[in-house]
């Protein structure tokens, strides 16, 4: 069993880390789908990053259950990025 003080760690490692590489996929994917030019794809992901980022941040600690937190972590990066694998992987 986690102590407290390591399950709090964890669970904002995981937001953190876990929102981050969240966040860059759901943005690659958003401009894969919209498309465009390089400059327009660059602003779309850079927009739309920052709202990924944050509400990825807030779900993820908003999770009452540490594994269940873990668990939708890793299984909504496998998604984003094997879709955005499947759709060409273009990155801009």
């Not at 876990?18 to 996929?25: D, E, K, M, N």
């Not at 094997?82 to 990155?91: D, I």
Request: with cysteine.
């Amino acid at each position: 069993m986690l102590s407290p003080k390591m399950a709090l760690t964890i669970r904002l490692t995981l937001a953190l880390v876990g929102g981050y590489v969240l966040s860059a996929g759901l943005s690659l994917l958003t401009s894969t789908v919209i498309g465009g030019t390089e400059r327009e794809m660059r602003t779309i992901v850079h927009f739309v990053f920052f709202l990924y980022y944050a509400f990825s941040i807030m779900t993820f600690v908003a999770i009452n259950s540490l594994y269940r937190s873990v668990w939708i972590a890793l299984g909504t990066n496998v998604v984003v990025w094997g879709c955005w694998w499947l759709l060409g992987g273009q990155t801009v």
